[in-house]
């Protein structure tokens, strides 16, 4: 097995006794000397180099960078974080990082709700270069401001996945439930049922799926759903209604809603959460579905409203692969079943099939080229012990012998790949492994190569 490609110990961001312990327990389970190295190089990714840690009035503050791009993700730093839960109960330096995190989301939604990403530094202007030119109202402390509803959702998820785990209830002051006050609010105005609201945004760019029509988008029948204007992947929506984000937007307003009335004490906010999910989740049910050409029925990907349906699917998470990976529908779900058979598929125009793999990518990189993150997330969903085993052995032999996952490969010849540091897909490959073995450990025990 070749050297650890780990930083040296000295010069990693962050330790967690608990996660070093988890490396060591799931390596000695896999008898893959590749698939081992693999595993111990990217699971503790995110924490060995994307974490700053410091202190904001006295508290616990974290700041979690996406890999080679030097700001905050709302998405990705909730997701890269998501592989450790099950050990922050009694690990002090784990609590703290989470703490910190949690606090973080909660002045970045009040900063600014419509913005992605954000700067370490709240009084900074971008460093993104790309981003400099946008309109929109930008204000220092954002690093892009793309509305992206699943944003959101993931500073909910989060903060609801680590109460849970822990019981830790100290993150959740007050400057927390005023932004998750405003998270609803912001779900509300961008139902768009008395106007288009306040956001606005537009970019110069040769790419048509960096900007949006007027600002706003195309225009969409007020069904009840909430607007986007763009995908997880940062890429605008073809239809401002994009699906899997509504309904992760319904699951995270319902954990929302638990947590509110067990922690925080607000019946008025717990019940504001639920009556919107309820809302949201009727639309996508009434308006978010759509017949195949061979009369499937499935759900869509993006929709306007009007009947005008979007089928596809785009790797980043949320996507309609995702949907039982994210909780948002049960595994057994006959829809969301028939769903992910189309995603994968060829009636999926964005799902590639070469000589090295198959898989979905999207618009943001191109034709072509599979994420791993697609093929991880079908084995994090299935309880199908070929296709879990057939994604390891894939996933083995797309790193391009460099030790960690990429953003994408090319279909044919994974040497050909993206980012070479994207934390959020090194950790979601770590907590697949785990899952395997605390579920299936048999299949470790297959050597791949």
Same mark, same amino acid.
């Given at each position: ?28 389970? %896999? ?95 971008? @460093? ?106 940062? *890429? ?6 994009? %699906? ?6 319904? +699951? ?9 009335? +067990?922690? #925080?004490? *607000?019946? +008025?906010? &717990? ?47 949320? &996507? /309609? ?7 948002? #529908? ?11 058979? @189309?995603?994968?598929?060829? *009636? ?21 080229? %599979? ?13 199908? *012990? ?5 994604? /390891? ?57």
């Amino acid at each position: 097995m070749p050297p650890s490609n780990r930083p040296a110990v000295a010069a990693r961001r962050f330790a967690s006794p608990a996660v070093e312990r988890e490396i060591e327990r799931v390596s000695a389970l %896999i008898a893959d000397p590749e698939l081992r190295w693999l595993f111990s190089n990217c699971y503790p990714n995110t924490l060995d180099t994307t974490v700053l840690l410091g202190t904001v009035d006295g508290k616990d503050d974290a700041f979690v960078i996406t890999g080679d791009i030097p700001a905050l993700w709302l998405r990705d730093s909730a997701a890269q974080l998501r592989p450790y839960l099950h050990l922050a109960r009694g690990d002090a330096a784990l609590t703290a990082l989470y703490r910190g995190l949690i606090r973080r989301h909660a002045r970045c939604v009040l900063l600014d709700p419509y913005a992605n990403a954000f700067t370490h530094d709240p009084a900074d202007t971008t @460093a993104l270069a790309w981003s400099r030119g946008d309109q929109t109202a930008m204000k220092p402390g954002v690093a892009e401001r793309k509305w992206e509803v699943d944003s959101l959702c993931y500073v909910l998820r989060l903060a609801h996945d680590y109460w849970r785990a822990t019981g830790d209830v100290e993150p959740f002051d007050a400057t927390w439930a005023d932004a998750a006050r405003t998270i609803v609010a912001t779900f509300r105005e961008q139902q768009r049922k008395d106007g288009p609201g306040p956001y606005r945004f537009q970019r110069q760019s040769t790419q048509p799926t960096e900007t949006t029509l007027a600002g706003i988008g195309v225009p969409t029948r007020k069904v009840g759903m909430i607007h986007s204007a763009f995908r997880p992947s940062d *890429d605008a929506c073809t239809y401002p209604f994009n %699906i899997p984000g509504n309904l992760f937007a319904v +699951a995270t307003l319902r954990e929302l809603a638990s947590l509110a009335g +067990a922690v #925080l004490a *607000d019946a +008025a906010l &717990s019940a504001d959460a639920l009556t919107l999910a309820a809302e949201v989740e009727a639309a996508v049910m009434a308006h978010g579905t759509m017949l195949m050409p061979d009369g499937r029925q499935v759900f869509a990907y993006e929709t306007d409203g009007y009947g005008n349906h979007l089928f596809m699917d785009d790797a980043n998470v949320p &996507s /309609l692969l995702g949907l039982a990976y994210l909780r948002c #529908l049960p595994a057994d779900y006959a829809l969301w079943r028939t769903t992910a058979q @189309a995603v994968w598929s060829a *009636d999926n125009p964005w799902f590639f099939s070469g000589k090295a793999a198959e898989g979905i990518g999207g618009p943001h990189i191109g034709e072509g080229q %599979i994420w791993p993150m697609s093929i991880i997330v079908r084995a994090l969903s299935s309880v199908d *012990d070929g296709v879990i085993e057939a994604s /390891l052995a894939t996933l083995r032999g797309s790193h391009a012998a460099t030790g960690f996952m990429h953003e994408a490969f090319d279909k044919d010849d994974p040497a050909k790949f993206t980012r070479s540091w994207f934390a959020w897909v090194n950790g979601l490959f770590g907590e697949l492994v785990v899952k395997v073995a605390n579920e299936r450990p048999h299949l470790l025990a297959t050597r791949y190569g």
